[in-house]
């Protein structure tokens, strides 16, 4: 039996085929799904924040920030046997929820989110297949390590896959 | 700068955290019972310290809809305050507004209930500031809102990420209302950290 791992907000699950993961509700967060194409080991990340550096008060928790969470995504990975040359990458999320004028970068958080991510994955050289970001709706995602997909639901808008 | 974190705010300043949003909820009621012309009665709100994964479950699940209204605070304090309804209850608020020519069974919103709703988030969250004005004497100005239908989850994302900045967890007043049926409604206010210290000061508490 295949099961579905559940990831929370700023968190982060490594999962082996034939399970998925799943993240609900992405709003400015950004779901980062990545996969061995080789030995098909996936995880999926939920990160909030783009940079870790740019916050400094005892900060704990690597899975809320773009840069940490992709570093232990891969290490937790790699305890499971993949390996960071066969790694690919898909995103989801970054959406802008409300449209507030002359409100400061928080608000803009989505964008800088899957910026930030996209400048990690060029980092570590790890290409982006596959991306559903921005605009200004939530989205759920499940990954299936086994075939890469990489299944949306927003709020109607139905499903899709990349 | 600031020496507080949320945790210790929590810890030493629990119960007026709370009156703060009995206070507010108790005014924003008002408001809403006036415009509704019928009587509207509310729970004890309470208040609650949560990471950030069980902030969805309180409301029924990430993938709960609700119907948030969002908007930002500027003044003596700053931060920005979060109104959610579950989309029923929403739906039940917006046809008394516009006097039965909603669509209650309807699960999707029309542009005029729509703009209904973000009238009454206007005037809830309003009513709640403006109470907390009163209350410290600070001068509060909300910025006009804005609103959103969408999953919990995703229309959480937004306090949670200010609150992230500072830590992992979200502090929520819940405020649970009801005239003939049972609306669930939540607060959440999101002070900066450093607006803390000005409300708690302006209490006369030492911070």
């Known amino acids: 039996m ?27 967060c950004v779901g980062i799904a990545l996969r061995d194409t080789g030995n098909k080991v996936g995880g999926l990340a939920h990160i909030m924040l783009p940079d870790s550096k740019a916050v400094n008060t005892g900060q704990s928790n690597p899975a809320k920030f773009a840069d940490t969470g992709i570093d232990e995504l891969i290490r ?82 139905g499903e899709k896959k990349i | 700068m600031s020496d507080l974190t949320l945790e210790q705010v929590t810890e030493n300043y629990f119960d007026v955290l709370k009156e703060i949003g009995n206070i507010g909820a108790g005014n924003a009621m008002t408001a809403l019972s006036q415009m509704l012309g019928t009587k509207v009665d509310m729970h004890v709100p309470q208040v609650q310290l949560l990471d950030f994964g069980e902030v969805g479950e309180v409301m029924g699940g990430e993938e ?12 003596d304090i700053t931060g920005s305050m979060l109104f959610l309804v579950e989309q029923k209850s929403a739906k ?10 909603g669509n209650p069974e309807v699960e999707e919103f029309t ?9 009454i988030g206007n005037i809830i969250t309003g009513a709640y ?19 959103t239908v969408d999953m919990a989850g995703a229309i959480l994302s937004v306090p949670a990420v200010e609150f992230g900045i500072y830590g992992d967890k979200i502090l929520m007043i819940q405020s649970q209302f009801f005239d003939e049926m049972e609306i669930d ?18 209490l006369g508490l030492p911070v």
Not at chain 1, 20 to 26: A, E, F, I, N, P
Not at chain 2, 185 to 202: E, M, N, R, T
């Open chain 1, 2 to 28: 295949s099961e579905i791992i559940k990831v929370g907000m700023a968190d982060l699950k490594t999962c082996l085929p034939p399970n998925g993961v799943t993240t609900l509700g992405l709003g400015s």
């Open chain 1, 76 to 157: 937790q990975m790699e305890a499971l046997g993949a390996n960071r040359r066969r790694l690919v990458a898909k995103i989801a999320g970054g959406a802008m929820m409300f449209a507030l004028q002359g409100k400061s970068t928080t608000m803009q958080v989505g964008d800088r989110n899957v910026e930030a991510v996209k400048k990690k994955l060029a980092e570590l050289k790890i290409p982006l297949l596959a991306e559903d970001t921005g605009l200004n709706f939530g989205r759920t995602v499940i990954f299936y390590p086994e075939t890469g997909d990489y299944v949306i639901k927003a709020v109607g808008k």
């Open chain 2, 64 to 75: 709960q809809i609700m119907v948030g209204v969002f908007l930002g605070v500027e003044g």
């Open chain 2, 92 to 101: 039940h608020l917006i046809d008394k507004v516009m006097m039965g020519m």
């Open chain 2, 111 to 119: 542009e005029m209930e729509l703009s209904a709703m973000q009238e």
């Open chain 2, 129 to 147: 500031l403006n109470s907390l004005s009163t209350l410290t004497n600070l001068c509060i100005y909300p910025s006009p809102p804005a609103l």
């Open chain 2, 185 to 202: 409604g939540y607060f959440i206010l999101v002070p900066d950290i450093d607006s803390y210290q000005k409300i708690l000061g302006a």
